[in-house]
């Protein structure tokens, strides 16, 4: 059971980057799946989900607008499009997998069992 976070970087602020989640080893379409982060002095914190078969999305407040969630279930993949990155959003981004749908509180239950090791964002001119 896997999920293999990319696409992390070292990127200027106001800048983008596109980070890409794979899963293999479970029915990927099945299940929501969504973004978090560690910045830093804090906790880790949900950005972002995405409900099976993407009717659903989530998003924190402070990257509505900026940041866009999207997944390809032919090729078991979730993608977080991140526009306009701030240097406050450095820190390490994670995907995690979960049944239910995506809203507010998926977040706070989403289990150990589906989370990939994660990818490294630096924001910094």
């Known amino acids: 059971l896997h999920l293999v976070e990319s696409g992390g970087g070292l990127v200027q602020p106001g800048g983008s980057l596109r980070l890409s989640c794979v899963a293999s080893?479970?029915?990927?379409?099945?299940?929501?799946v969504g973004w978090f982060r560690q910045v830093p002095g804090k906790e880790r914190e949900g950005v972002s989900c995405i409900g099976s078969g993407g009717l659903s999305t989530n998003y924190l407040d402070s990257v509505k607008d900026r940041f866009t969630i999207s997944r390809d279930d032919a090729k078991n993949t979730a993608y977080l499009q991140m526009n306009n990155l701030n240097a406050a959003e450095g820190g390490v981004y994670y995907c995690?997998?979960?049944?239910?749908?995506?809203?507010?509180?998926?977040?706070?239950?989403?289990?150990?069992?589906?989370w990939g090791k994660g990818t490294q964002v630096t924001v910094s001119s």
């Open positions: 080893g479970f029915t990927f379409e099945n299940y929501a």
């Open positions: 995690a997998a979960d049944v239910g749908p995506c809203d507010s509180a998926w977040y706070s239950y989403v289990g150990d069992d589906y």
